[in-house]
């Protein structure tokens, strides 16, 4: 069984910045890609930003490229999305979830393959 456990949400004025972790149970975090995924009221799951199960590889959706960064320790079993820049419409519950299965670029956006997700951490952008 594995479990995700996503923190560091929050309330931030519009331009600032947050860092958002994924604390991953299970020894086989490091074997499997992971998605950061976000839900604003009334609205669809969206993809935000994968990253490979070694790090060497990373897609963002375009809304978020060039302001926000995935990464990963494998070490610690620790996801992380750094948010930059942040704008209102950002405001959502951000969700980490396990790739189940092989993909690249686009096909990482679609959430059918994930298998995995946490329970979400509120962030709210203020204008």
């Known amino acids: 069984q594995v479990q995700l456990v996503e923190s560091g949400g929050g309330l931030v004025q519009a331009g600032g910045s947050l860092r958002l972790s994924c604390a991953a149970s299970g020894r086989t975090f490091s074997s499997y890609a992971m998605g950061w995924f976000r839900q604003a009221p009334g609205k669809e799951r969206e993809f935000v930003a994968v990253i490979s199960w070694s790090g060497g590889s990373t897609y963002y959706s375009d809304s978020v490229k060039g302001r926000f960064t995935i990464s990963r320790d494998n070490a610690k079993n620790m996801g992380y999305l750094q948010m930059n820049n942040l704008k209102p419409e950002d405001t959502a519950v951000y969700y980490c979830?396990?790739?189940?299965?092989?993909?690249?670029?686009?096909?990482?956006?679609?959430?059918?393959?994930?298998?995995?997700w946490g329970q979400g951490t509120q962030v709210t952008v203020s204008s």
């Open positions: 979830a396990r790739r189940a299965t092989i993909c690249s670029g686009y096909g990482c956006s679609i959430l059918y393959g994930y298998d995995y």
